[in-house]
């Protein structure tokens, strides 16, 4: 009897000690669920200093995907000043025909040099920009701008309106829009989705990833006229506890006829742009 009790005991803790874990975990599951997957926390702009870089590369490609050559900005972005300023340096764009080859260094965009604004729709005023040249560079330096003003918008603009894992359509970003002079961009829809949490720089992050298909695009400068649609796509982690950015990245397809000032025939030209944008210390 004595032996049949002791052997009971043990398979009696045998199966405590399997099934606790599972028990525990299960707690804990939930206890993330209930915590950080019920509901976004009212992300807003940081009033601290942060401080990041972007990197964009433009690779250019006919409709067959043949390589005809491939570009590089890269600008240090400061977040958070006084009056809610933001604040550009270093802004280098570098040029290369060959696919395999890395970057030179590249060309500084002086005029970028401490430009500084309050991101706003204001930024898509000519006027905004009366300091950059003409030429297709300044409208790389451009995009910049808006690139990083729109994952800004992605990251804070939206929470209350987000549930896990259900599409949210903007509503307010719709139709044509100018741009600052030199052409036009037609939003078809954007989509925004809370898909659940991760850690960057070990910071617990909400991951919260967009999209924007069909849109149509139109350019016009001195020498050259674009047409075409682009399709855009990505994902941003925003810190739960310090509500920045902690990492995002941005990709494009954009398809375009191009109309170049002394040539007889039109070109088609296909773009993916890949965009980085990092934390700095």
């Known amino acids: 009897m004595e032996k049949k009790l002791k052997s009971g005991m043990a398979v009696s803790l045998l199966i ?29 702009i940081s009033h601290t200093i942060q401080k990041y870089r972007m ?42 025909n060959n696919f395999s080859e890395s970057f030179s260094p590249g060309t500084k965009q002086t005029y970028m040099e401490d430009f500084n ?45 987000l549930r896990l894992n259900k599409t949210y359509r903007i509503p307010q970003i719709t ?16 989509q925004v989705c809370w898909t659940g949490i991760s850690a960057i720089h070990n910071e617990l992050c909400a991951v919260i990833e967009y999209r924007a298909l069909d ?3 139109e350019l016009s400068m001195t020498g050259f006229k674009t ?20 990492a995002a990245v941005m990709y494009s397809g954009t398809i375009q006829e191009m109309d170049i000032q002394g040539m007889k025939d039109k070109l088609l030209v296909k773009t993916i742009r890949d965009i980085r944008v990092e934390k700095l210390p």
């Open 16 to 44: 405590l000690f399997v099934i606790s874990p599972f028990v525990s975990w299960g707690q804990s599951e939930k206890e993330v669920v209930k915590k950080y997957l019920q509901k976004l926390p009212n992300f807003q």
């Open 55 to 96: 990197t964009a590369v433009y690779t250019n490609l006919d409709l067959y995907g043949n390589f005809t050559g491939k570009i590089k900005i890269t600008g240090d972005y400061t977040q958070g000043l006084e009056n809610g300023f933001v604040r550009w340096t270093n802004v280098f764009i570098s040029n290369s």
């Open 117 to 161: 604004y309050i991101p706003s729709p204001k930024m898509l005023d000519a006027e905004s920009f009366k300091s950059f040249p003409a030429g297709t560079d300044a409208v790389i330096a451009r995009n910049l701008v808006w690139d990083m003003m729109a994952i800004e918008q992605f990251a804070w603009d939206f929470t209350d309106s």
């Open 175 to 190: 139709g044509t829009f100018n741009m600052a002079n030199i052409g036009t961009y037609a939003h078809n829809e954007v």
């Open 215 to 217: 849109n149509k695009i």
């Open 227 to 246: 047409k075409g649609t682009e399709q855009y796509w990505g994902t941003t982690w925003v810190s739960y506890k310090a509500k920045s950015i902690e």
